[in-house]
């Protein structure tokens, strides 16, 4: 036999043939079904497997880590978008809130103030109407308001305006739908009052910035800081009793005739909304005797005479 038929039929010696392809595989796939069944009734590869699972939990987290990653960023911006739209309602529903809110606590002070007027009107013993303050002069030397009734409303020049805690003028040009207020602290209006302490009468004049005084009074008159001034009804346009002014301050020098005593406003003179407007007082009736002894005729100089000669 030649050289090169024995190297082509034979194998090297140094390569070692195992056992043929088909036996292999018949051993795999019978150790495998034995496996199968073993696992399948004994439970024989549990323990293996929980140990490859626990091995392989790191590289399966590190494989998530991206998708996980992507998740999140995508929630984040989806979750910040919500929230920044949700802030965004929540800001003009707070505003909507506050607005509601300052009206609310305006209509409360507002029906304080109503009930207050409507109080005093039930105290006093003239008619007197409501009226809201439209709004101040536009003269920067005077003092004075518009109110939103005239003569329509059967408002007429000199009635007097109160509010619920006193005199803050007086009517001084009516229109047909509205009249002009003077105010107490005008320099050209006064008005008449007494020292509710003692009732001592004066004359309070305005002083134009939002104060008062007391005008010819002498430096010793029995007034005192303090001191509160109501009306005396002596001009026949105010009520007798109505709150006017306080006495704040007492200049008492001997080198002037009078005192300079000045006086806050009690009432909201430059700041409230609303107020009355009061009608004219109630003229009362004659006492009985009094009405006629105005009646019956006086006796003349002769009458007079006659009747000293019968005696």
Known sequence: MSAGGHIGHSPPPFFKRGPAPLAQLTLFVSFALLLLVADLRYGTLEPTRLMIATLLWPVQKAVLLPVEGANDAGSYFANLTSLQQENAELRKRQLAQANLLLRQAHLDNENLRLRALLEMQEKLDVPARAADILYAARDPFSRRIVVDRGSAHEVELGQAVIDDLGVIGQ???????????????????????????????????????????????????????????????????????????????????????????????????????????????RILPMPEEAEDAVKKPTMGRKARAAALKSH
């Open 171 to 281: 009517v001084t040009r009516v229109f047909p739908l509205t009249s002009e207020v003077t105010l107490l602290t005008d320099k050209n209006q006064a008005i008449p009052v007494q020292v509710g302490r003692n009732g001592l009468r004066a004359i309070l004049a305005g002083a134009g910035s939002g104060t008062m005084e007391l005008k010819f009074l002498p430096a010793n008159a029995d007034v005192q800081p303090g001191d509160t001034l109501v009306t005396s009804g002596l001009d026949g346009i105010y009520l007798p009793g109505l709150p006017v002014a306080r006495v704040t301050s007492i200049d008492r020098n001997n080198s002037f005739s009078f005192a300079r005593i000045e006086c806050v406003p009690l009432a909201g003179v430059e700041r409230h909304g609303q107020v009355l407007v009061l009608g004219k007082r």
